[in-house]
C-alpha cells in the first residue's frame, strides 16, 4: 500500500517508527529534497532547514498573518502546515521578491516610500499577501478591498494607513508602467 | 507551540484512506486543510498517533451538478467554492456565506468537508448546509451512508462521525432561480468567527405570497438551528416587513446560545432575532424582484 | 542649519527589512545551539507539592531540566528595578509605602499566577523541548485564588506574599490646596468609578532570548528582544555574578516593544546561565500562548473619584482613590501609578486635588507599564468627567473643557506637583485652547452637531469625542551618544536607547548629517548593544527622540566643533573662517582649497602626523550623555466621530482627528507614523481588546482567537494638524511622541458612544466598549 510520498513505498507497520520522511520542492526558483520529521511546520522547516528567516512566526496559530507566504502561487500560513504537506509544491517566501542585483519590486519599494513598516515583523507576512492578491487582482482595488486583502495580518505599530497608502501607490506605478 | 509526534500518511486514494482508517481508527486524525487541525495540534490539545492526510485524493475534490443537487468533494477548498461559476449560479448563498469564512489565507488552504466534520457552530458552511435542507455523504470501508445536517451535527465540535468515517461529498440543493437568499453574519472583528449567523431563502408564488421559506441560524445553539415554525408561519403570508418582524423572534425563545466573553447566551438570543430580520428582509426582497403584482 | 530634520527622510531600517535579511532573535542561528521550552503553571495560586522531572531528564535529546532548587546558589532571586525606584524627594514628598516584592526565577514552593515558570527543558531543539515539558509531572495543592482587588485588599483576603502581611503592596496619597474646602463652595458634585481593564501590549515579535558563553575569554554573548539591553546586562551580572564588562548584551531587530519588552524577565537571566553551564548555545523563543500568560499586563486600574463644579463648569475639586491591580508582583515601584496620579489632571487648571493610589496584588500576571503608562487610565477618568459635568450642566462638554484650559499666557505653568524623576512638574509651553479649535475645525464641529441631529431624526445614531492628553516624555536619568568619523571619512553615531520600530537609524542620522552638512547616507546609527557605549538607558516613556536624540546633537556638535579646530591646524585658517559642507571643510573665503573629513580623521589620530590643536585629546570621536533637566511635555486632541449600531451595539469609527505637540518634528512620515500606531492601540483598548480571567484565576484570552488585536477593518486613517512648541528642555527642542497616539482613544471613543446615545443618557465608565455590553447599557436605559 503506498501510503506516503513520490516513490517511496512504505508499509503501515514501518511507519508506526519511522519518524522521518522526504519532502521534493521549489523554493523560490530552487528544487531541492530533504528529510524531515513529519510533524515538522512548514514555517519552522523555511526558517530553521533551509534559513529562510524571513518568513516570520507571531503566533502559530493561524491569527496574525506574520507568516504568510505562497504555495503554488497563494497566499497560506506556513504555520499551518506541515512541511511535507508542501511535497511537490511550489514555495515563495519574502527572500524571493527583490530581484537578483538587490533591488525593491513594486510593492516593496511602495512600502518603503510611504513609511508603511516600522518594527518590521509584520511586514513579510504582509508583503505576500499583498503580492497574490496583486497578481490575481489586476484593477486597481476600492479602500475597502485593500482592507480587506490585508485583514488577515495584524500589524501592530503601523495602525495600517501607510500600508493601504502603499497599495494604492503600488497598483498605480504598475498600471503606469 | 510545535506539533507532537504522530506517524504521516497520505493515501494516493480513497481505498488507501479507508484502509487507513480501519486501521488506526481510534488513534488517527484526519486532515484535509488542517486550519482547524493544526492549531489544536500546535497547542497540544490533541495529540493523535496517526495523521491520515487527504490532500492527494483526487476523488473527494471538485464542484459539480448532479440532478438538483451541488455536489462538493470533501476535499474541495473554500477558495474554489468562492472562485466557483457553478455555485455563483446555483448556490447563490453558499456564495454570499464562504467570503465570511476566516480570511483569504485560511479559505486558500480550509476545506469543505473540514468545515463540515469541525462542527463549529458559528461556522458558516454548516449553517448554509442546514438552511437548504443538504446531506452529508459518509464512507467508511464497510459503508457509504447519506445523512442530513440535523443527524450529523451533534452538538459543539461534535458530529456523528464514526472514527472510521470520513466525508465524501457535501451535497446543496439547488434553489429555484426565482428564490431570494441571504446570509447575515456579525463578528467581533472581519474574519473572526461570527457570533451569530442567519441564513435564509424565500420563493414568492405569482401572487406574492410566500411558497417556501428555508432558514437557519448559526452560533446560536451548539448545532445550527432550524425555525421550523418561522418557516411555516411564513408561508402563504405577504413578505412585509411588520411580517417578517414578527416572523424574526417568534422562536427566539428555543435558542439557547453558549456565551462567551464575546457576547452572552442573551446577548447572542438578541442578535439572533436582528440578523434574521435582516436576512428575511433582503431574501424577501429579492424575491419579489421577479414578481409583478 | 536643518536640511534633513523636518524632511521625511526614507528609512534606513526598510531595506533590511522588507527583503527578509532582518535579524529577530529567533533569526539567531549558532553552531550545536540548544533550544529551550518552559513548563509554566496552570495553577493561578497553589502550593508545589512535588516535581517529578525524571521522565522529561530521560526523554531523548533532553540536554537538561531545571527546577527552582537547581538554581538555588548560582541564581540570585531578582531584587526589584532599581532604575524605577523614587528619587529621595519625592520619598519625602508623598511618603509612600511600597513593600519589596521581588519574583523569583522559577517558582520553588507556590505559584502565584497562571503561567509563571516553573521548570525549564534544555533539549536539541524546540519540538523535543516541548514534548519534554509535558512529561513534567507537578503536583499542586490549590489555595484560594484572588481576582478581584477590592476582594484582595480586604483583611480577611488571604494573603499572596506571607511576607507581605498584606495584599497591598503599595500606597500613596498626593494633595495639592484644600480639598475640603474647595467642595463645600461647590454648586455641584459628581461621585463615579471609572475603570480602564487590564490589556497586553503584544508586540507581534514575542520575547525571545539567545546566549552564548565563549570560554576563552569569559565572554557571554546575550541577545534579547527587549527595550532595554543594559538592565538585562545589569541584571545579568548582578544575579548570575559576573563581571558586568564580560557580557554583552544585543538588541538585533526588535518586533515592537510598547513596554513589555522594557523589563527584565526571568528568562533573560536562567537562558544565560544555562548557556554557561552547558557551554553550549541555548535559544528560547516565547510562542504566543506563553507570550499571553507571562508576557507582562497593564493598566487595569479602578478610580472611585469625585469631581466638584461650579454651575458655570469650573471645576473647583477634585478627590480619587483608585486601585491599581498589579497582578502577582511589582518590580516598577509607583511607575504606572504615579504617572496616573501626576497626569490626572491634564490640560485643565484644578487647583484642589486629592489622590490615593494603591497598588493591589492578585492571582495574574505582574504589570509592566505599556504605551502610556498610567495616563490612559488618567485621561479616561478625567475626560469623562469632562462629559459628565457637562451633561449635568445639560451645555457642550466642549465648554467645559474650555472653561478649565490652562491658559498660554500661564505658561509655564507650575502644577504644584512632583514629577516621578523628582523635579517640579512645570509644563513649559503649549497652547491649549488653540489646539483644540484647530481639532475641532477639521471634523467641523459645528456642522457635525447639526448633521447629527438631522441623523437623529432619521434613527440614525453619530456622536462625536474629544479627549485631551499631557505626557511627561523623555524622562532621564540620562542617554548617551559617541560620534565619530572613521578612517574612511563615514560618520558613526552610537547610541544607548535601543529602538524596536521608531525609525532611530533614521531620524537620528538626520540630526548628526545636519550638524556635519551631509547627507544622513553617510551617517551610519548603531544601537542596541552593551558593546557601543559603556552606559544607556532604553528605549520606552517618549523618550528615545528627546534623549538620544539631543546626545547626538550635543556630540556631534562638539565633533564638528573639534574637526574644525583641526581643519584649522591643517588648512591654517582660524576655525571660525572655516565652513564645513558636503563632507569637506575649506575656508569660506576659498572653497576650492578644502579638506575632507577622511583627510581631518585621519590627522585626528594621534601621533607626528596628528594635526590635534595643543591641549585637545586627539581622536575623531566625541561622548556626550545627555542628561535631561526635566521631562518635556507634549500634548495633544483627539476627536472621534462614530456611529452606534442602537440594535446590537456595534460601534463604528467613521473619523479620527489627532491633533499633536511634540516639539520640534524631526520627520513628519515618522511622527505621523507613531501616532497613527498608537491610535490603533488605542482604539483596541477602547473597543475590543481585554485580559480576562475567570474566577479560578484561569486566562480566558489566551491566543489571538480570544485577544482581539483590531484589524486593518477596524482601524480608520487618522488625520492629523500638529502645533509646534519646541521645548527649552532639549538643544533640539523635542518632545516625545512613541506613547501620544495611545493615550486618548478609550476616553474619546466612550465619549463618542456617550454623545451619540445622549437621547438615552449613557454612561460608559470601562472599555472596551463590546457591542454586548453596549446593547446592555442600550436595553438598560430603554426600559428606564
Ligand atoms: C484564523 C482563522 C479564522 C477562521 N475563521 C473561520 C470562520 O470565520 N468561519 C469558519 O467556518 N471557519 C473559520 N476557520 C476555520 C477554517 O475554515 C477551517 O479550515 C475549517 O473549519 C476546517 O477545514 P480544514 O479543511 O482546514 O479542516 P482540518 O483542520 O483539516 O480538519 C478539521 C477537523 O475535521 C476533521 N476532518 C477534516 N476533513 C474531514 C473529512 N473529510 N472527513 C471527516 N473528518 C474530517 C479533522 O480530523 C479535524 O478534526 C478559521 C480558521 C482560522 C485559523
Ligand atoms: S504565525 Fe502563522 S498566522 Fe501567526
Ligand atoms: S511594523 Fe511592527 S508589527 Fe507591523
Known amino acids: 500500500m503506498s501510503v506516503f510520498s513520490i516513490g517511496m513505498n512504505v508499509n503501515a507497520d514501518r511507519i508506526e517508527q519511522q519518524n522521518v520522511v522526504s519532502v521534493a520542492l521549489n523554493v523560490n526558483g530552487e528544487k531541492m529534497e530533504r528529510q524531515i520529521e513529519p510533524r515538522l511546520l512548514l514555517s519552522d522547516f523555511l526558517r530553521d532547514d533551509l534559513g529562510l528567516t524571513g518568513t516570520h512566526v507571531g503566533c502559530e496559530h493561524g491569527v496574525c498573518g506574520a507568516c504568510t507566504i505562497l504555495v503554488n502561487g497563494e497566499s497560506v500560513r506556513s504555520c499551518l502546515m506541515l512541511a511535507v504537506q508542501a511535497d511537490g509544491c511550489e514555495i515563495k517566501t519574502v527572500e524571493s521578491l527583490s530581484s537578483k542585483d538587490g533591488s525593491l519590486n513594486t510593492i516593496q519599494q511602495a512600502f518603503a516610500n510611504n513609511h508603511a513598516l516600522q518594527c518590521g515583523f509584520c511586514t513579510p507576512g504582509f508583503l505576500m499577501s499583498i503580492e497574490s492578491y496583486m497578481k490575481n487582482n489586476s484593477k486597481q482595488p476600492s479602500d475597502e478591498e485593500i482592507k480587506e486583502c490585508i485583514s488577515g495580518n495584524l500589524c501592530r505599530c503601523t495602525g495600517y494607513s501607510n500600508i493601504i497608502s502603499a497599495i494604492k501607490e503600488a497598483y498605480s506605478s504598475k498600471n503606469s508602467q | 507551540m510545535k506539533p507532537p509526534k504522530f506517524s504521516y500518511h497520505r493515501p494516493g486514494n480513497y481505498a488507501e484512506a479507508l484502509d487507513l482508517l ?64 457553478l455555485i455563483k449560479k446555483k448556490c447563490p448563498l453558499l456564495f454570499e456565506a464562504i467570503r465570511w469564512v476566516g480570511h483569504t489565507q485560511i479559505r486558500n488552504r480550509g476545506t469543505v468537508g473540514g468545515s463540515i466534520a469541525h462542527a463549529d457552530p458559528s461556522a458558516e458552511l454548516p449553517c448554509v448546509l442546514t438552511a437548504l435542507r443538504g446531506e452529508i455523504v459518509i464512507v467508511s470501508k464497510e459503508e457509504e451512508i447519506t445523512v442530513s445536517p440535523e443527524e450529523f451535527f451533534l452538538s459543539f465540535l461534535l458530529t456523528s462521525l464514526e472514527p ?14 426565482s428564490c431570494g437568499y441571504a446570509f447575515e453574519e456579525v463578528a467581533r472583528r472581519h474574519g473572526d468567527f461570527a457570533l451569530v449567523e442567519a441564513a435564509a431563502v424565500i420563493d414568492v408564488d405569482e401572487t406574492g405570497r410566500i411558497s417556501e421559506a428555508l432558514i437557519a441560524l448559526g452560533g446560536a445553539n451548539a448545532v445550527p438551528f432550524i425555525p421550523e415554525e418561522v418557516e411555516r408561519f411564513l408561508i402563504g403570508k405577504k413578505p412585509d416587513e411588520t411580517i417578517l418582524k414578527e416572523a424574526a423572534v417568534m422562536q427566539l425563545d428555543d435558542l439557547d446560545p453558549e456565551g462567551d466573553i464575546h457576547g452572552s447566551g442573551e446577548y447572542r438570543r438578541h442578535l439572533s432575532g436582528i440578523l434574521l430580520e435582516k436576512a428575511l428582509c433582503r431574501a424577501a426582497d429579492r424575491a419579489m424582484e421577479g414578481v409583478e403584482i | 542649519m536643518s536640511k534633513y530634520v523636518g524632511q521625511n527622510v526614507k528609512r534606513k531600517e526598510d531595506y533590511r527589512l522588507l527583503t527578509g535579511t532582518g535579524i529577530f532573535v529567533a533569526d539567531i542561528r549558532l553552531d550545536n545551539m540548544a533550544e529551550a521550552a518552559i513548563l509554566r503553571s496552570t495553577y493561578a495560586h497553589a502550593k508545589i507539592k512535588n516535581i517529578d522531572i525524571s521522565k522529561a531528564k530521560e526523554y531523548e535529546g533532553v540536554i537538561d531540566v531545571v527546577i527552582a532548587s537547581d538554581l538555588e546558589g548560582k541564581v540570585k532571586p531578582f531584587t526589584e528595578f532599581v532604575e524605577f525606584t523614587l528619587p529621595s524627594n519625592l520619598e519625602q514628598e508623598i511618603k509612600p509605602t511600597i513593600k519589596r516584592n521581588p519574583e523569583p526565577m522559577l517558582a520553588k514552593d507556590k505559584v502565584t499566577f497562571v503561567g509563571q515558570a516553573i521548570a525549564i527543558v534544555v533539549a536539541n531543539n524546540r519540538y523535543l523541548a516541548e514534548d519534554a515539558v509535558a512529561l513534567i509531572k507537578v503536583e499542586y495543592e490549590p489555595l484560594p485564588v484572588l481576582t478581584d482587588p477590592y476582594e484582595a485588599k480586604k483583611e480577611a483576603a488571604p494573603v499572596i506574599h506571607a511576607e507581605l502581611n498584606n495584599n497591598i503592596q503599595s500606597h500613596f496619597e498626593v494633595k495639592v490646596g484644600n480639598i475640603e474646602s474647595a467642595f463645600r463652595q461647590a454648586d455641584y458634585t459628581i461621585k463615579t468609578q471609572l475603570k480602564t481593564p487590564r490589556v497586553s501590549g503584544n508586540p507581534l515579535e514575542t520575547r525571545g532570548v539567545v546566549a552564548e558563553y565563549e570560554e576563552r575569554s569569559s565572554q557571554l554573548q546575550v541577545w534579547s528582544s527587549t527595550q532595554v539591553p543594559y538592565m538585562v546586562r545589569s541584571y545579568i551580572s548582578k544575579l548570575v555574578n559576573l563581571v558586568e564588562d564580560n557580557i554583552r548584551v544585543v538588541a538585533p531587530d526588535v518586533g515592537g516593544g510598547f513596554g513589555p519588552k522594557c523589563a527584565v524577565y526571568p528568562e533573560e537571566i536562567v537562558i544565560p546561565y544555562l548557556a554557561m553551564k552547558h557551554k553550549r548555545p541555548v535559544k528560547w523563543i516565547e510562542d504566543r500562548l506563553e507570550h499571553m500568560q507571562s508576557t507582562r499586563h497593564s493598566r487595569d486600574q479602578v478610580h472611585d473619584v469625585e469631581v466638584a463644579f461650579k454651575s458655570d463648569g469650573t471645576i473647583l475639586a477634585l478627590k480619587d482613590h483608585f486601585l491599581l491591580d498589579n497582578g502577582a508582583h511589582n518590580s516598577f515601584a509607583l511607575c504606572c501609578a504615579y504617572n496616573s496620579a501626576a497626569h490626572l489632571r491634564g490640560m485643565y487648571k484644578i487647583p484642589n486635588y486629592n489622590i490615593v493610589g494603591e497598588i493591589v496584588l492578585t492571582n495574574k500576571t505582574p504589570n509592566v507599564p505599556y504605551r502610556g503608562a498610567g495616563r490612559p487610565e488618567a485621561v479616561f477618568v478625567m475626560d469623562r468627567l469632562i462629559y459628565m459635568i457637562a451633561d449635568k450642566l445639560n451645555v457642550d462638554p466642549i465648554e467645559v473643557s474650555r472653561k478649565n484650559f490652562i491658559q498660554p499666557e500661564e505658561m509655564p505653568y507650575e502644577t504644584d506637583l512632583f514629577y516621578r524623576d523628582g523635579t517640579h512638574m512645570v509644563l513649559e509651553n503649549g497652547d491649549y485652547p488653540e489646539g483644540l479649535k484647530q481639532a475641532l475645525n477639521i471634523v467641523g464641529y459645528e456642522q457635525f452637531r447639526q448633521e447629527q441631529i438631522e441623523e437623529r431624526t432619521k434613527g440614525r445614531y453619530i456622536g462625536i469625542g474629544v479627549s485631551s492628553y499631557i505626557e511627561g516624555t523623555g524622562i532621564g536619568p540620562h542617554e548617551g551618544a559617541v560620534v565619530r568619523v572613521d578612517s574612511s571619512g563615514h560618520i558613526l553615531a552610537y547610541v544607548g536607547s535601543s ?94 582649497k578644502f579638506v575632507t573629513l577622511r583627510e581631518i580623521a585621519l590627522a585626528a589620530k594621534p601621533g607626528p602626523r596628528s594635526k590635534v590643536p595643543e591641549g585637545m585629546e586627539p581622536g575623531a570621536s566625541v561622548t556626550h550623555y545627555f542628561i535631561p533637566p526635566s521631562v518635556t511635555f507634549s500634548s495633544g486632541f483627539h476627536v472621534a466621530i462614530v456611529e452606534v449600531d442602537k440594535q446590537t451595539g456595534f460601534v463604528t469609527i467613521l473619523k479620527y482627528v ?59 486613517v487618522v488625520e492629523m494638524g500638529h502645533q509646534e512648541f519646541l521645548s527649552p ?35 460608559i465608565n470601562s472599555v472596551p466598549i463590546s457591542p454586548n455590553r453596549l446593547r446592555d447599557l442600550i436595553q438598560l436605559a430603554e426600559a428606564q
Open chain 3, 499 to 592: 529602538p524596536h520600530g521608531q525609525s532611530h537609524e533614521t531620524t537620528l542620522s538626520q540630526i548628526c548629517a545636519d550638524e556635519f552638512g551631509v547627507s544622513p547616507d553617510q551617517v551610519t546609527v548603531k544601537a542596541g548593544d552593551t558593546s557601543l557605549l559603556p552606559y544607556g538607558v532604553g528605549t520606552f516613556a517618549s523618550r528615545g527622540a528627546v534623549t538620544a536624540g539631543s546626545a547626538v546633537q550635543v556630540a556631534s556638535k562638539r565633533l564638528r566643533e573639534k574637526f574644525l579646530a583641526i581643519a584649522g591646524e591643517m588648512l591654517e585658517v582660524a576655525p571660525n573662517d572655516l565652513e564645513m559642507k558636503e563632507g569637506k571643510v575649506y575656508p569660506k573665503a576659498l572653497p576650492s
Open chain 2, 164 to 177: 472510521d468515517q470520513l466525508i465524501k461529498e457535501v451535497r446543496f440543493p439547488i434553489i429555484h432561480e
Open chain 3, 729 to 763: 528642555r532639549n538643544p533640539i527642542g523635542v518632545k516625545g511622541v512613541g506613547e501620544g497616539g495611545a493615550i486618548c482613544p478609550p476616553a474619546s471613543i466612550a465619549n463618542a458612544v456617550c454623545d451619540a446615545m445622549k437621547p438615552l443618557n449613557i454612561k
Open chain 2, 22 to 85: 480501519d486501521q488506526y481508527g481510534e488513534d488517527a486524525k484526519i486532515m484535509s486543510g488542517g486550519q482547524s487541525l493544526i492549531p489544536i495540534l500546535n497547542m497540544r490539545l490533541s495529540t493523535p498517533k496517526h495523521i491520515i492526510d487527504l490532500s492527494r485524493i483526487d476523488d473527494l475534490k471538485g464542484i459539480r451538478q448532479e440532478g438538483n443537487m451541488i455536489v462538493i468533494g470533501g476535499m474541495t477548498r473554500h477558495v474554489e467554492v468562492e472562485n466557483s461559476d
Open chain 3, 658 to 716: 489627532v491633533i499633536h505637540d511634540c516639539g520640534r518634528v524631526l520627520n513628519p512620515m515618522v511622527v505621523d507614523g507613531q501616532i497613527q500606531g498608537g491610535v490603533a492601540q488605542g482604539i483596541g483598548g477602547a473597543l475590543y481588546e481585554e485580559i480576562i480571567y475567570d474566577e479560578n484565576g484561569q486566562l480566558v484570552t489566551g491566543t489571538y482567537m480570544d485577544y482581539l488585536i483590531p484589524t486593518a477593518m477596524e482601524v480608520p
